[in-house]
């Protein structure tokens, strides 16, 4: 059975950090683009950073604050988030795919996703 199981959420004041981390059984992460999106109320589900070998692509947003790291021999992939905003507040969710490197922000182009983990930015 394929499966995603992310952890590490949690509140959060504003400036502060947090290291999300996804397990992935059923499949091996190495043969795999794996991704970060998030999802905030009312809103688009958004990429935040994805990793295909050794390309990464990451949201606007979100550039030089996080980073996607990836221990293949764990089978894990993590996301390092520094100086949190409130806008950073969203449930993320882990996904596994194929995508192309030219399109590892697609979000229709990753097939296995995990339930989410919700990330509450606030003081």
């Known amino acids: 059975q394929v499966q995603l199981v992310e952890s590490g959420g949690g509140l959060v004041q504003p400036g502060g950090s947090l290291r999300l981390s996804c397990a992935a059984s059923?499949?091996?992460?190495?043969?795999?683009?794996m991704a970060w999106f998030r999802q905030a109320p009312g809103k688009e589900r958004e990429i935040v950073a994805a990793s295909k070998m050794s390309s990464t692509v990451y949201a606007e947003s979100v550039k030089g604050r996080f980073t996607i790291s990836r221990e293949n021999a764990k089978n894990t992939v993590y996301l390092q988030m520094s100086s949190l905003k409130e806008e950073d507040t969203a449930v993320y969710y882990c996904?596994?795919?194929?995508?192309?490197?030219?399109?590892?922000?697609?979000?229709?182009?990753?097939?296995?996703w995990g339930q989410g983990t919700q990330v509450t930015v606030s003081s």
């Open positions: 996904a596994a795919g194929s995508p192309p490197t030219s399109a590892l922000s697609r979000r229709d182009l990753y097939k296995v």
């Open positions: 059923g499949l091996r992460t190495i043969n795999y683009a």
